[in-house]
């Protein structure tokens, strides 16, 4: 049994890094245990992540497209999560502000395209917010619990984009249920051309401007949660509801706040695929980034730094992953959505399995330096 140690004494570092990595390098260990049993050799198959995630140019390009929309899912759930509240529908959010940069740059293609840009983005924001807003409300006035009402408006979103992309803004020209492309002049510049133009050949990968609009928003969910009063009082009703009311802070106000920022967060997924990689809208083209975000905002501890850093280690998952199914015949992809829901058990469920024993080893380590 381990004695409880003063957590205002162990140092910063201790809890938002050694614990986060030992709880990696388990998950690590017991998804290697995995691809063992599966008649893999384990050593083999991180070197091939390893490769297939940073080796080349073209596998980098991919691992930062996916964190791109990791980033903006695990921020969008952080937002919420200080406030305390599990906003379980990014996906739909991401699906919906999609749609609103698909509307604003198709029926305003005549503007400039820099303004074109610059409007789709805050139409992704827009969107997203307000499919956000109804449960936020609900929670904030009716009590509805918005992790309930955030899956429900996931499923709601889906159908009524399906609706939409077969009988309202589908492409006739074709069967499929998409939308027309957007014209050339508007797709958001790719690395490998911005590569081009400075004399260096680089292959295919969706990677676009938009992973810069990615950190531009990381420094921007800093400021607001830790530099402005909207980010305390959210975080003060998140820590301590009666405190925050007997402060005279509003939790039905920060709540609808919390929510709103966090829809518009994640519709901004939607500049990255429709504006940067697809060019209209496809079926279900947030495809699970809305849910992974959760897990990469928890492995991160909501702060933006740990965001973009669980951010890079699920797009080298998935990159790398791809690697290793291609290469291993007995590895599947199913595979690795196993070792994605181990990590996310150590990160999550497992987060304190060994943090005392972390924590009351290096604060008596401190504690022996200090005295000696």
Known sequence: MVKAVDRTKVPWWVSNAIVPLVNLTLAFIVSGLFIFIAGANPYQALKLILYGSFGY??????????????????????????????????????????????????????????????????????????????????????????????????????????????????????????????????????????????????????????????????????????????GYEMRAVGHNTQAAIYAGISPKKNIILAMVISGALAGMLGVNEVLGVHHKILVNFPAGYGFTGIAVALMGRNHPIGIFLASLLFGMLYQGGSEVTFDMPNITRYMFVAVQGVIILFSGALENLFRPQIEYFFVNTLQQKTTT
Request: net charge positive; glycine share 10%; with cysteine.
């Open 57 to 230: 140019l073209e596998g980098f390009g991919y691992t930062l497209y996916y964190a791109t929309n990791f980033i903006f899912t695990g921020l969008a759930f952080a937002i919420a999560f200080h406030c305390r509240l599990f906003n379980i529908g990014g996906e739909g959010q991401a699906y919906i502000g999609g749609l609103g940069v698909f509307l604003l740059a198709f029926y305003f293609s005549a503007l400039p395209v820099p303004i074109v840009w610059l409007l789709a983005i805050l139409a992704s924001m827009l969107f997203g917010a307000a499919w956000a807003f109804i449960p936020g409300y609900l929670q904030a006035y009716r009590g509805s619990h918005v992790v309930i009402t955030t899956i429900m408006f996931n499923f709601i979103a889906s159908a009524l984009m399906v609706f939409l992309l077969v009988d309202v803004i589908r492409d006739r020209r074709q069967m499929g249920p998409t939308t027309e492309p957007l014209i050339n002049e508007q797709w958001l510049p790719m690395f490998k051309d911005i590569a081009a133009y400075f004399g260096f050949k680089v292959g295919y990968s969706p990677l676009n401007i938009s992973f810069l609009l990615a950190i531009l928003v990381s420094f921007g969910v800093w400021f607001l949660i830790w530099r402005t009063k909207w």
